[in-house]
């Protein structure tokens, strides 16, 4: 199946995204009776279904291909065998940027505050 329409979905606000599917449902509702309701609502959550079930089996494959699937609970990642175990940060380094944003955190509160007394 090729793409006719380029950009579709359209790059929205998610939660503007989000409401007009409220719209849409609600819509849809019109003079239908609780069982119509029901049956074309299951029928639209399977087709969104079918589609998220496509979805998650190509992204299986593109991960395997790109050799960035990773299994958390794997005897491998736990001994320490995965690249995202061994990605040469030192815990010393994560502690220098952790003090970086502890100390940038701590500038704006003191800005903030400065803001506060001079109102």
């Given at each position: 199946?090729?793409?006719?329409?380029?950009?579709?979905?359209?790059?929205?606000?998610?939660?503007?995204?989000s409401f007009?599917?409220?719209?849409?449902?609600?819509?849809?509702?019109?003079?239908?009776?609780?069982?119509?309701?029901?049956?074309?609502?299951?029928?639209?959550?399977?087709?969104?279904?079918?589609?998220?079930?496509?979805?998650?089996?190509?992204?299986?494959?593109?991960?395997?291909?790109e050799h960035?699937?990773?299994?958390?609970?794997?005897?491998?990642?736990?001994?320490g065998g995965?690249?995202?175990?061994?990605?040469?940060?030192?815990?010393?380094?994560?502690?220098?940027?952790?003090?970086?944003?502890?100390?940038?955190?701590?500038?704006?509160?003191?800005?903030?505050?400065?803001?506060?007394?001079?109102?």
């Amino acid at each position: 199946m090729h793409k006719n329409v380029e950009n579709f979905p359209p790059n929205i606000n998610p939660q503007v995204f989000s409401f007009l599917a409220v719209l849409v449902g609600s819509a849809l509702i019109g003079d239908y009776d609780a069982n119509e309701q029901n049956s074309i609502g299951n029928w639209l959550i399977l087709v969104g279904q079918f589609m998220l079930t496509n979805a998650a089996q190509q992204q299986l494959i593109e991960g395997r291909i790109e050799h960035n699937n990773i299994n958390i609970n794997s005897k491998e990642h736990k001994s320490g065998g995965s690249y995202y175990a061994n990605n040469s940060k030192s815990n010393q380094n994560q502690r220098l940027e952790v003090d970086f944003l502890l100390d940038a955190v701590a500038k704006l509160q003191q800005e903030l505050n400065n803001i506060k007394k001079n109102q």
